[in-house]
């Protein structure tokens, strides 16, 4: 994994409780959006082109599963979807992403904790940027798969090069296909997030079915 200068982001790529990752990005809240942008981010416009080509415009409700500032879903609004229910370790965060009135409830949660939420109650879940070293485990996807109904999807992103750091992330989602848990629909090729911000990191988006 490479290394950024911003030490916003190496303050995220270091945590390792929930009181780390909730005091990294309450930090960051104020300014991620500015930094992200000059960081040259890519995921929120890949995450929302996968997404519109596999999610019909019928405004059913959508998880979003560590939503931040709301920056990856505003897209997907501008598009004319809505429903979107955001939750976050963040409450600073948060608190940006209810100002751009782009979701239908607001709540704070760390994954990798039970969620809040009945089983088979979304259907469609979305966490972009959320399952990567310093962010949320891998076991984050056991309650994606709980919380979305029978068929389905399951929309979510990590780092497209496997490491000894993002290998756990690939593991588990290669452990729920075997397990029936859910299908592989479709996956990009690995592709730089952030070229002017941390140029060795890849990601890629995934779209799993749930069974």
Request: charged share 20%; hydrophobic share 40%; glycine share 8%.
């Amino acid at each position: 994994m490479g290394h950024s200068t911003n030490p916003k982001l190496e303050k995220v790529y270091a945590a390792k409780t929930d009181k780390d990752r909730r005091d990294a990005y309450n930090d960051w809240a104020e300014t991620y959006d500015q930094d992200v942008t000059e960081f040259g981010i890519q995921l929120p416009y890949v995450g929302a082109c996968v997404f519109a080509k596999h999610v019909p415009l019928n405004n059913a409700a959508v998880l979003d599963a560590a939503c931040g500032t709301g920056m990856h879903t505003l897209a997907l609004k501008m598009m004319g979807y809505d429903g979107f229910h955001g939750i976050d370790i963040s409450d600073g965060m948060l608190a940006i992403a209810a100002e751009r009135g782009v979701y239908t409830s607001l709540q704070q949660m760390a994954l990798g904790n039970p969620l809040d939420f009945p089983d088979d109650h979304f259907p469609v879940t979305y966490a972009i940027g959320a399952l990567a070293p310093g962010n949320a485990p891998p076991e984050s996807l056991d309650e994606f798969i709980r919380v979305t109904k029978q068929g389905g999807l399951v929309i979510w992103s990590t780092h497209g090069h496997i490491n000894v750091r993002t290998q756990p992330y690939h593991d588990k989602r290669h452990a729920l296909s075997s397990a029936g848990q859910w299908t592989l629909l479709f996956e990009t090729e690995p592709f730089v997030s952030m070229p002017s911000g941390d140029p060795n990191i890849k990601h890629a988006v995934y779209v799993y079915s749930v069974c």
